[in-house]
Structures are given as structure tokens and as C-alpha cells.
């Protein structure tokens, strides 16, 4: 069984900065994906990051040069650096742990979710 904590959500005016972090425990591999998703109310859960393994990364338009995704693998844990937040940005990001080395395959497990929430 693998577990996944995050930590790091909080209240921030637009224009501010968060790092989110997620730590992983239990039957991991330190070869699978690891990514960041949120969800609004009203709204389907997106993808915002993903990465690798071996440091390849994917990030949803909406972020693209404001939010940086990263990974210690000796520590299962991947963080998220966010700057320039926006009001839009406000969400419950949650953590998950792809099933297998790519982004194929789907998520095999899921954090509990840390609310951020942007002022506008």
C-alpha cells in the first residue's frame, strides 16, 4: 500500500508565491511518474505537472512559466513551486503516483488534496 502527504496549500494574495510538496511512502518505485492535478468546484480535475523519473516534465498551458515541478527521488518526494499565482489558480491540488515510468497508464494512487486558494 503506498501513501502520499502532502503539504504546503495555503492562502495567498494574487502575485505570491507557494511550494507545494508531496511525500511518498510505502511499495514505491522511485522509476514511476509522479505529477500534481487540482480541482476546483464546478470543475473536472486537470493535470497542472508531471515528471519523470529521470527529470522529463509536462505542465498544463495555464502554468507554463510560473509553476516549476521537481522530484528527490532518494526522498519519493516531488514538490511544486508556484509563482505569479493567480485567482483561477485556486483549487485543491492533489498529489498522485502514476502506475507505472510514463504517463501512460493512468494514476495508481492519489493524495488527499491541499487546498490553495488565490485573493484576488
Known amino acids: 500500500q503506498v501513501q502520499l502527504v502532502e503539504s504546503g496549500g495555503g492562502l495567498v494574495q494574487a502575485g505570491g508565491s507557494l511550494r507545494l510538496s508531496c511525500a511518498a511512502s510505502?511499495?514505491?518505485?522511485?522509476?514511476?511518474?509522479m505529477g500534481w492535478y487540482r480541482q476546483a468546484p464546478g470543475n473536472q480535475r486537470e493535470l497542472v505537472a508531471a515528471?519523470?523519473?529521470?527529470?522529463?516534465?509536462n505542465y498544463a498551458d495555464s502554468v507554463k512559466g510560473r509553476f516549476t515541478i521537481s522530484r528527490d527521488n532518494a526522498k519519493n518526494t516531488v514538490y511544486l513551486q508556484m509563482n505569479s499565482l493567480k485567482p483561477e489558480d485556486t483549487a485543491v491540488y492533489y498529489c498522485?503516483?502514476?502506475?507505472?515510468?510514463?504517463?501512460?497508464?493512468?494514476?495508481?494512487?492519489w493524495g488527499q488534496g491541499t487546498q490553495v486558494t488565490v485573493s484576488s
Open positions: 498522485a503516483l502514476y502506475r507505472g515510468s510514463s504517463w501512460y497508464g493512468g494514476i495508481g494512487y
Open positions: 510505502g511499495s514505491i518505485f522511485s522509476i514511476n511518474t
Open positions: 515528471i519523470t523519473s529521470g527529470g522529463s516534465t
